[in-house]
């Protein structure tokens, strides 16, 4: 290994190179011995600081934050090459190296490839393939959802001053003209199904992920003050991130007072956050409400502490082999019984029954929405991360958009509440407020 060599920015982490190759060969399983599959990194964004927003299907299976390299994999066997760039590659602007012919097998035996060839070589190694899995979906970016992807090229696309194409469609064009008797075939379905039940190894890093996030939160919540600027709790939680995990945002969050026309904490308000991190290439998702002052006042009690217990009652019934639609119907059945005399509770609960949300809205992974595929029909499984999230919306009231969101991981014989480090019960997120803070002096907060 050269003493320029970039193999310390390359490799992953929070994961153990087996938990990729894993995942090669089950891939290998899936499209047969007669198939192989290729998969494309993503090249770095213009601009002199640029950092490389990696694939995530591309990271899913190969673990490599390499930009513009390509992952090719056979079908059966499960022979993996990564091609990569012959030039300059790394982290950031300050940290690049060039990768030489003498790294490139140590690469392949420290990243658990069985091969690791110049991307110059890839045409001639596609040139006997018949059958090729590649996905077709677009791939998302820190940052990103499938949803977004989407939403974003279908705009490009329809531009008539644009009207360009996803990267998987060029690659899928490119493919087709230069190897017009190959069979493309749909990788997207294949990693989809795999990123629905996530191992130990993920749940891990989104544990992590989860911690980070509660730290963020319950910084923001001990910071608040009547007469903050609303954009000193994004400030914050960016700092929170960084020092605590090297983190980004994961997603555009949500930091939204009861008027929302206002760019400052109102006292007697409400704040609804809604935000994770993107760590190790995995997210989380949490959302809370407290109160500016740092006391719930008599309607706020009532109408936060009702989602709260909403948010509990429906916790208490994942495991796995329920049905989502079950575990919304037997939670209304209970509330209706534990609120049978509140008639302002009762109303909220036939409100919610009414609009059919999915409080078990969408899973968590990669992307913050990793709606990897249609599930909400089926019985809930072990190793599924996904959100808990209650919400009402109502009229003539100050606040009317009330909900508690946390991420959990269906296990054996429940779930996991993953975001639990920040406080649900009310009294407990009041005691926090009364902590100092390191951002905000009690004399401010008064």
């Not at 930009?67 to 012959?86: D, K």
């Not at 509770?345 to 990669?366: C, S």
Request: with cysteine; charged share 25%; glycine share 6%.
């Amino acid at each position: 290994m050269s003493e320029s060599s970039p193999m310390k920015w390359l490799l992953s982490k929070g994961f153990a190179r087996e938990e990729f190759r894993d995942r090669r060969r089950r891939i290998a399983q899936t499209i047969g011995p007669d198939a192989h599959a290729l998969v494309q990194g993503a090249p770095r964004s213009a601009g002199m600081q640029a950092d490389l927003a990696q694939s995530k299907q591309f990271f899913y299976l190969s673990g490599m934050d390499i930009e513009r390299s390509y992952l090719l994999i056979e079908g059966g066997s499960g022979i993996s090459t990564l091609f990569v760039p012959m030039d300059e590659v790394g982290e950031g602007h300050h940290e690049t190296a060039t990768l030489t012919a003498d790294d490139l097998p140590e690469l392949a035996r420290i990243a658990s490839f069985d091969r690791v060839l110049p991307v110059e070589q890839m045409k001639a190694e596609l040139a006997g393939v018949e059958t090729l899995f590649t996905p077709h979906e677009p791939a998302e970016h820190a940052g990103e959802t499938r949803g977004t992807a989407r939403r974003a090229a279908r705009h490009r696309a329809q531009d008539e001053w644009e009207l360009r194409d996803t990267r998987e469609k060029r690659m899928i064009s490119l493919l087709g003209r230069r190897f017009p008797d190959m069979v493309i075939q749909d990788l997207s379905p294949v990693i989809d199904e795999m990123r629905l039940i996530k191992s130990p190894a993920e749940i891990e890093v989104m544990r992590e992920a989860a911690r980070i996030t509660a730290v963020m939160v319950n910084e923001c919540m001990k910071a608040s003050y009547s007469g903050m600027p609303r954009h000193q709790l994004t400030a914050i939680g960016k700092y929170v991130y960084w020092m605590e995990g090297q983190s980004s945002e994961g997603y555009g969050w949500l930091v939204e007072p009861s008027t929302p026309a206002s760019d400052t904490l109102v006292d007697g308000d409400l704040v609804l956050m809604d935000c994770g991190p993107e760590y190790c290439h995995y997210t989380s998702d949490i959302a809370r409400i407290w109160p500016v002052n740092g006391t719930y006042d008599e309607w706020q009690r009532h109408t936060y502490g009702f989602i709260v217990e909403y948010h509990k009652a429906l916790i208490s019934r994942l495991r796995p082999g329920v049905i989502p639609q079950d575990v919304y119907d037997d939670t209304a059945d209970e509330m209706r019984k534990r609120f049978k005399g509140d008639s302002t509770a009762v109303a909220m609960i036939e409100n919610m029954v009414a609009r059919g949300v999915r409080y078990l809205n969408h899973t968590v992974g990669m992307s913050v929405h990793d709606n990897v595929k249609q599930w909400h029909g089926d019985p809930l499984r072990e190793g599924m991360v996904l959100v808990v999230d209650p919400m009402i919306w109502l009229k003539d009231v100050s606040h009317t958009y009330v909900r508690v969101e946390d991420t959990v991981v269906i296990t054996s014989d429940g779930c996991e509440r993953l975001t639990a480090d920040a406080p649900l019960e009310l009294d407990e997120v009041e005691a926090l407020m009364r902590e100092p803070s390191i951002f905000t002096s009690q004399e401010t907060r008064r």
